[in-house]
């Protein structure tokens, strides 16, 4: 909600009304995959980052888990 409380304080330019939409459906996607905010940023985290992980020495890779 904390964007559509800002849009009228800062203007109703559409650009805020857009991107105040868009934080709302991104918010409710993350809910449907009943993600946090915080799993939701490490799940982005290692999908950028990728499976491989070359600082960790061989002793300590985990390959199933």
Same mark, same amino acid.
């Given at each position: 909600?904390?964007? =559509?409380?800002? /849009?009228? =304080? !800062? &203007? ?6 857009? $991107? +105040?939409? +868009? @934080?709302?459906? @991104? =918010?409710? $996607?993350?809910? +449907?995959? &009943? $993600? !946090? /905010?915080? &799993? %939701? +940023? ?7 980052? &990728? ?7 061989? !002793?300590?890779?985990? =390959?199933? %888990?």
């Amino acid at each position: 909600m904390a964007p =559509f409380v800002a /849009v009228p =304080f !800062s &203007g109703w330019d559409w650009r805020m009304i857009y $991107l +105040a939409v +868009a @934080i709302a459906i @991104i =918010f409710a $996607l993350m809910r +449907a995959a &009943g $993600l !946090s /905010v915080v &799993g %939701a +940023a490490r799940r982005v985290r290692s999908w950028i980052a &990728g499976a491989e992980r070359p600082a960790t020495p061989p !002793s300590k890779q985990r =390959f199933f %888990a």
